[in-house]
């Protein structure tokens, strides 16, 4: 099981993002388990303020840090070891698969949300191990990225997507996007599934699948291919693409 903490303004827009469909069923069963963390309730303040204006002035205003730290306290004070903390924000790393797998063999992962025109650096190095982004975009907080990213590395534990098979073939296997699905009825406003779909030959379907993995990525995701697992046919058929 991992532990997912998230220390947020916001602790019910995290519970009633993450208690649904996949990441719902995993915590009912015991795969997953999210702890949604108010920073006011460790505001000294009355009115439970947790921002002030930013030194040497500028607009909007900036997180405290003893609010957060106080938050974070709460958890690691329960916990054994040094868990990693990942702050959102579009400055970090760009979250891909690879990261996800990383994280899923954490058993406690803290999230910081920041909200504002950001957080107190001084907090920010005392207790953050990885700056993480979702894209190149600005968001109004931390939130939407860390329930993205709560799915994404829910889905690499292991029993919570049922059949882990399903989880190994998606897409960014070997670094691939996904080949393309079909399901019933056969034909739909005259567009046939590939006859070799219903061929019940598997290594001829396998083959196919392959080559339109490697045929989307080629076209859509060329970046991809310099860090994919390529044996000698994908390489000599993505030669043959290239040329056309």
């Known amino acids: 099981m991992i532990n997912f903490h998230v220390l947020t303004l916001f602790p ?41 204006y930013p030194y040497g002035g500028g607009a909007g205003m ?4 003893e609010p957060i730290y106080k938050a974070y306290k709460s958890i690691t004070d329960g916990v054994e070891g040094q868990p990693r903390v990942i702050y959102l924000t579009p400055q970090g790393k760009v979250f891909n698969q690879a990261m996800a797998e990383e994280f899923a063999g954490e058993k406690e992962l803290i999230f910081l949300c920041g909200h504002y025109e950001g957080v107190d650096e001084r907090v920010l190095e005392m207790i953050v191990t990885d700056y993480v982004s979702i894209g190149d975009f600005v968001l109004t907080g931390g939130e939407l990225p860390a329930m993205v990213m709560i799915d994404a590395i829910s889905r690499k534990v292991e029993g919570v997507l049922g059949n882990d098979i399903s989880s190994e073939i998606e897409t960014f296997y070997d670094n691939l996007l996904e080949y393309p699905q079909y399901t019933r009825p056969e034909e739909f406003m005259g567009m046939r599934v590939p006859d070799i779909l219903l061929s019940g030959h598997h290594g001829n379907i396998e083959k196919w699948r392959r080559e339109k993995s490697l045929e989307r990525t080629l076209k859509n995701r060329p970046d991809l291919l310099e860090n994919a697992n390529l044996d000698k046919s994908d390489i000599e058929y993505l030669s043959k693409l290239k040329k056309k």
């Open 12 to 52: 019910e827009m995290i519970m009633q993002g993450i208690n649904t469909s996949i990441t719902g069923r995993a915590m009912e069963k015991g795969y997953i388990n999210i702890n949604a963390v108010n920073i006011r309730d460790f505001s000294n303040d009355k009115h439970n303020h947790v921002d002030d």
């Open 62 to 65: 900036i997180m405290q840090p």
